[in-house]
């Protein structure tokens, strides 16, 4: 695998050139994460998460690791992309390189900062030597090769009892400077006792260019804390995206991730829950709409240590075209964890005859006062409403787009920032080419 | 409710281990010391006392190879069974595959692996068994029955099995011979079909289950030693449900053996297997393949009540139960599995059906109990093949003690295959708090036109279920039972009413003592 001996063989460079650590306990981590990938190399479809999805077809460009960053992008190239143009945090990377101008960061009573920043500020270094790297687990050979890796990203550090007034976007956009990208960007965020967040994460490359993003992301909640999480992934053709969630709760807290997933080459989710209180309730929900020769792959695990918290798992999807749709979802319940209430459902819509569905929920429990229950169905459009709306003289294709659109609403219901759910909306209009009147 | 007397009898005549005369003596007294007032309170007491019920070992006089495994022991058991030459290299084949195949680990269970070169693959009683039919059974025992009250004619017709008796991997006896011939239908040892019918066997087996399959069934294709054969001709509807009793008797033996059923076109039959071993300290193996073909519109309903030994309370011993079940479904052919698994240390088991036929259907019900350290990772397979094809998956696994229950499923919807149709449902109940309940179920559609529903629950038993049941008198062991009965009820109507009425009592033993 060449793509591996390039990244194994211009670590340590970078880490003299590049990385320029001054923290041992960092430096520790970052070579320990280097061994682990250098032995584990990619993952391949023999081990069993990664059945479904290959990443030899990634594997066989020449990728620019470290861009050199200083291509400049008119913002009304990517206002588009922005949900609000004025009014919310923004962290924007450009080729994986911060961009001050497109930016709107904050310092002051909580941070939206740069991860760059923050692993070099003294101020900082508590919150990264505890979080940085803790959250994730070790063996997994893509979160190592981020973490060894690592050098920029969001930085998010909402102190206790705060809550920001209005949302951060995280973007990141490739140029097409470099003919082929590969990505690795690491967002921590720490959100601590009783505070809030909303926060929205973006990938979007601009021109048609292999891109690769393989991105980390690491969550803690604090006690009573609340965080939104929206991740944004409807990107060209030709990119894709490896992201890793893992998702830290202490008691009380409400975290609840919601992935739409509406474009891409290959895109996979890792989404990991890991309640460590009591009382916590987790919500993770996704809308998949796909079409051409795009895959998703959705891998998520809620980890019920605790007893008395709530699980809550919807995922939708929507194949057309020769599009494959993943969904792996796995709830651990420990033996600790008595009345646990588990829920998981995953429902498919196959609307072409070439389009895959592969789908593996699993409960895996221990402990026996819990109510654990897990549903997944795979079909078509309901005929009767399809021919019901032809014959009150609405065309197929819009009765088609109507019903999908029915079908994903419980989903995007849980939407509650209101100019983004108008967004995804719009976006899944766009999908099915017809106007439904919410640009209106 | 039956009375429990007529239970008991059907049980042991069901199971016509007529080797083992000695053990239906002894529980014949049992039955007639109690005379009829016999109550559940006292079968619960004698259920505790008792454990493994079958535990026994009978001392038949037998020839066992040494132990180990090579080509030379391979013609050895081919030899003593007097094999055609394709058979020898059939078995050669399938040796020379296994040595180069790894030992599975993919499924959800630990245990120690074992040594295939400890293994003796060749045990058989030396005396033929004394009772060839009913008519030649010991006439006291014929008395005990009429003091019960029922002849044994009536039994014949109330159970209605045809048994075909396979101790340590030989076949013992098989009876209703006669009424079976008179239909065309073939129902005998597979090492007796080997020599009277090749060319049935040499057109159908491997077919199903091919040599290369798994390690497993690559090991038992070397290996078997016996099993039972089944043909059932055009159009035929097989008058009584035919039974296979399995159980290993000798030490240090694995039991290999290999079942193959032929339903032709438009036929119809019920096949029924059960399996024992004796209690022991060390652990067995048993690694059987099952291969099922359903011609066009035959219909074949095979149903297992698998009680080999699980281990004792501290997960020593046990049998290693790891078996390749899988039928084929023609043209509008329906296969149907029933299996209720309470034995065994550790089971691997899948009964699949390939539904490669128009119209075909598999069914797939199944209750899988564990108990102290008993593990099982069971599941089925459902692969559509052909258009308008239907399969329906129902399975309860219940976990008490410090058992581990898996149910790993594929529901596979081929490119081609139109307007297919699946529903599974898996359903885990715990008990206590150191079991665990598993579910990994695969669903991997590659059609438009398919309709796929998969639902799975896990709770425990709900304590107003247990309070109202007390509240009315019935006390809390008793009210468990009644409750994973009525859980389980979905896949116990599936059974043969005389089934049924075995595999409810084996239920209720093997939760014995999971009440915290």
Redesign the interface.
Known sequence: MEFKEKLLSSFFALQEAVLLDDNPLIEDRRNQAFKTFEEKGFPTRQQ?AWKYTSLSPLLSEDYVIFPSGDVGIHPNDVKKYFLYEMDTYKIVFIDGVYSPFLSNTHHDGFDVNLFSVALNQKQHRRTIDTYFNTIAPSGEPLVALNTAYAHEGAYIYIPKNKAPQSPIEILHFSSGDSPALWLQPRNLIVVEQGSEAQIIERHQSLVEHPVVTNSVTEIYAGKNASIEYYKIQDDLDSASLIDSTFIHQETHSHVSVHTSSLGGKIIRNNLNFHQAGKAINSTLKGITVLEGNQHVDHSTLVHHAQPHCESHQDYKGIFRGSSQGVFNGKILVD?MA?KTNAFQQNN?I???????????????????????????????LDQNALFYAQSRGIPIKEAEALLTYAFANNVLESVSIPFLKKHISLQIASKFGVEMGFGV | MIPFQIDISLVNLRNNDYSNYSYYCWRIQEIKGQKMAYTEKELQEKLETQEYQYGFYTDIESETFDKGLSEEVIRKISARKEEPPWMVDWRLRAFRTWTKMKEPN?ANVQYQKPDFQDISYYSAPKKKSKYKSLDEVDPELLETFKKLGISLEEQKRLTGVAVDVVVDSVSVATTFKKTLEEKGIIFCSISEAIQKYPELVKKYIGTVVPQRDNFYAALNSAVFTDGSFCYIPKGVRCPMELSTYFRINQAGTGQFERTLVIADKGSYVSYLEGCTAPARDENQLHAAVVELIALEDAEIKYSTVQNWFPGDKEGHGGVFNFVTKRGLCHRRAKISWTQVETGSAITWKYPSCILKGDYSIGEFYSIAVTNNHQQADTGTKMVHLGNNTRSTIISKGVSAGKSQNSYRGLVQ?S?RAQNTRNFSQCD?L???????????????????????????????IGEEQLFYCNQRGIDTEKAIALIVNGFSSEVLKKLPMEFAVEARKLLEISLEGSVG
């Open positions: 069993e033996r008595q498919n196959i609307l072409s005859d070439k389009a895959v569905c592969n789908a593996k929920p699993q409960l895996e429990i221990f402990a026996d006062d819990v109510r654990c229950s897990h549903g997944c169905t795979v079909g078509q | 993919w919807i490119p885990s715990l008990m206590g708090n150191n079991c665990g309940a598993h579910t990994f179920p695969y669903i991997e559609s590659k059609n438009s036109s398919a309709q796929i529903e998969h639902e799975a629950t896990t709770s425990k």
